[in-house]
């Protein structure tokens, strides 16, 4: 399981998403607002349950996703 953390970079003030893995760290970003970085956050944080699930996310007819 991946940790994610919202940051903000010392170097260009940006604000990012950090996620921990056992072997590396990745940045993901930079997001306009806290508000964009929390939703995607949360996101991907719904994302990883259900593929751990063994779900999968598929497009349905009208546009929209759902996992099955």
């Known amino acids: 399981m991946n940790i994610l ?6 170097s260009d ?9 056992f072997n590396e760290i990745k940045y ?3 997001y306009k607002d806290l508000k964009a970085a929390k939703l995607a956050r949360n996101r ?6 259900m593929k751990s699930l063994g779900l999968v996310k598929v497009k ?6 759902y996992w099955e």
């Open 44 to 49: 991907r944080e719904k994302d990883e349950a």
């Open 28 to 30: 993901h970003g930079p």
């Open 5 to 10: 953390s919202i940051i903000r970079k010392k």
């Open 60 to 65: 349905g007819a009208l546009g929209g996703t």
């Open 13 to 21: 003030q940006k604000i990012y998403i950090r996620e921990f893995s």
